[in-house]
């Protein structure tokens, strides 16, 4: 097992994994936050789904809970260069070489492709580690873009997550039932 690079490219982005001062810059210091990705910050950023969670990634990284590329990661658009999205890990692999996967794109970015992409980037990355067996992911049943990121990417649906019960009515906004996905990763 060995830690491959927190950087990566694909075809029409670079992504790089989260490390402390950036998420602190991205919770409270847009400017520095920037300054950190040399990047361009679109003012759509960050994703609904980040915004709330923002210093918590920060706090986690800072002291350690979370190590950078077991956590978030930001997907930056090589050509303008700007930050489009992010992806990541809830934590390092389980015990039985399981991640759970989540991701997100910054308004405008939605429905070219660009999410597909990271998240494909990110599970190459996962296996060239050589620790993960196992990614799950959840969405909810009627967020069709979320769906086909997933199964461009190989998940399969699993039913309605053991998560479900905890989504709450806003997270919800009418998308049904909290589904699980998961995708095998091969050594």
């Not at 709330?52 to 077991?70: H, I, M, R, S």
């Not at 970015?109 to 620790?131: D, H, I, K």
Request: charged share 25%; glycine share 10%; proline share 5%.
């Amino acid at each position: 097992m060995h830690t491959p690079p927190l950087r990566f490219s694909t075809p029409r982005l670079e992504v790089v994994a989260a490390t402390a001062a950036m998420a602190r810059a991205d919770a409270s210091d847009r400017p520095r936050f920037a300054a950190l990705l040399e990047a361009a910050i679109p003012a759509s950023w960050p994703p609904s789904t980040l915004a709330d969670v923002q210093e918590y990634f920060a706090d986690q990284l800072e002291k350690g809970v979370a190590a950078p590329g077991w956590w978030s990661w930001y997907a930056l658009l090589h050509t303008p260069r700007t930050l489009i999205g992010s992806g990541g890990f809830m934590s390092r692999p389980d015990d039985h070489g399981t991640v759970t996967m989540g991701y997100s794109m910054t308004e405008g970015y939605e429905g070219r492709g660009y999410a597909t992409e990271m998240v494909g980037g990110l599970l190459r990355w996962l296996a060239e580690t050589g620790r993960v067996k196992r990614v799950h992911a959840t969405t909810f049943e009627r967020h069709y873009g979320s769906i086909r990121v997933l199964e461009k990417n190989g998940f399969e649906c699993r039913g309605v997550s053991s998560e479900d019960a905890a989504a709450s009515e806003d997270d919800r906004q009418g998308r049904g039932a909290l589904m699980l996905f998961v995708r095998e990763i091969e050594s």
